[in-house]
Every structure is written in C-alpha cells, then in structure tokens.
T-cell receptor, first 114, second 112 residues
Framework: EPEVTQTPSHQVTQMGQEVILRCVPISNHLYFYWYRQILGQKVEFLVSFYNNEISEKSEIFDDQFSVERPDGSNFTLKIRSTKLEDSAMYFC????????????FGDGTRLSIL | GENVEQHPSTLSVQEGDSAVIKCTYSDSASNYFPWYKQELGKRPQLIIDIRSNVGEKKDQRIAVTLNKTAKHFSLHITETQPEDSAVYFCAASNPNAGKSTFGDGTTLTVKP
C-alpha cells in the first residue's frame, strides 16, 4: 500500500535557526496537509495545499511558516527562526481529493528546539 | 470556526466489553467525520469515517453513528481486545473552510 513518507524522523535545532521538514505525499494524491502535535496533546491543523497554493491555514501558521512543492514529489514545511514552543511532532498528510476525503498520514518528524 | 469536543478523555474497559467515545461539533457545514487511532509514537491511522448523508457505518467490530441535527457522532468498538488500546481522535472536516478540526483524544485501555 502506498505511504506518505517524511524525513527526517527526528530534527534537533537551535532556537532561532531555520528548519525544513520534508514529505513525499502519495503519488496520485492532489491535496497535502501539515499538522502539528505537541507531546500528549491533540493533532492541530496547520495548512492545506492544492494546485501549488495554500488552500487554508490556521492561526498557528503565522509568518514564520511556509510551505512549498519544489518539484513533482516533495512537499516541504519551512519554519524560520524557530522558537522553543515549536517543539512538536509534525505530520504530513495527503488525500486524493479535498478535505472531506480520507487523509493518509506520514510517520511524522519529531522537532526538538534547544 | 469549528469546535470539536470529545469525551471521555480516558476510558478503561475489560477485554470483551464495548467502548463508546463521543464527539460533538459546532459547524453545521462540516460534512466528513473520520476517526483515527494513534498508538504511542506512531502516526494517526484512519479506522472509520462517516459522511453527513449517512447515519451509521459499520466495519467489523467498529461502528460510527452520526446525528446531524444534534451535531454529534460516536465511535463504538465491540468485543474489545488489548490491541485496541491506543489514543482515539475524532475529527470534523469542513470543505468550505478547507480544514479538519480534531478532538482532544480519548486514551482507551483494554485490560486483559
């Protein structure tokens, strides 16, 4: 069964540094998402992406965040000038069609800000 | 925006018993309601979903019911097994808003 893959599995970064989290969605999927899960808490929507542009973003997704699909397979989340509170698990997901379709999650990247 | 409330936050049952987890949502425009199972340190995995034009859906030991009028939906697990132990999240998806809102999660423990 095709899977969403994410790299790296764990990223440790100094506060104030930039970090890029990478995702390869399932190949025939058209909609891509990033979610955040702080340890022990719920999954929080960050952003949805379709047709090379952001469809929707949450209040968490402020100016320090950006997403990009640099080629035909990768989908990236960039966090500029990281803060301690950015420490969390970041999940990428994709779906064939829109937000009202089953989403497939990757294994996540655990981001630790020191 | 959408608000999803999930109860209970923790649930402990004996193996073989049934487990029920309930969620309410606030936005009547939400039309897709998935349930995810998340084992410790792993990805959320979709276990069942329901759309707003359906009242009930079943898949083996798992069922979901939806009451659109009352804006609540429930997950039912029958004949629970220790491997059902995990955190379960409900979510409500609004295609107009382009986002999914998750509940806070329920930690289910099935005691052998």
């Amino acid at each position: 069964e095709p899977e969403v893959t994410q790299t790296p599995s764990h990223q440790v970064t100094q506060m104030g540094q930039e970090v890029i989290l990478r995702c390869v969605p399932i190949s025939n999927h058209l909609y891509f998402y990033w979610y955040r899960q702080i340890l022990g808490q719920k999954v929080e929507f960050l952003v949805s992406f379709y047709n090379n542009e952001i469809s929707e973003k949450s209040e968490i997704f402020d100016d320090q965040f950006s997403v990009e699909r640099p080629d035909g397979s990768n989908f990236t989340l960039k966090i500029r000038s990281t803060k301690l509170e950015d420490s969390a698990m970041y999940f990428c997901a994709s779906s064939e069609a829109g937000i009202d379709q089953p989403q497939h999650f990757g294994d996540g990247t655990r981001l630790s800000i020191l | 925006g959408e608000n999803v409330e999930q109860h209970p936050s923790t649930l402990s049952v004996q193996e073989g018993d049934s487990a029920v987890i309930k969620c309410t949502y606030s936005d009547s425009a939400s039309n897709y309601f998935p349930w995810y199972k998340q084992e410790l340190g792993k990805r959320p995995q979709l276990i069942i979903d329901i759309r707003s034009n359906v009242g009930e859906k079943k898949d083996q030991r798992i069922a979901v019911t939806l009451n659109k009028t009352a804006k609540h939906f429930s997950l039912h697990i029958t004949e629970t097994q220790p491997e059902d132990s995990a955190v379960y999240f409900c979510a409500a998806s609004n295609p107009n808003a382009g986002k999914s809102t998750f509940g806070d999660g329920t930690t289910l423990t099935v005691k052998p």
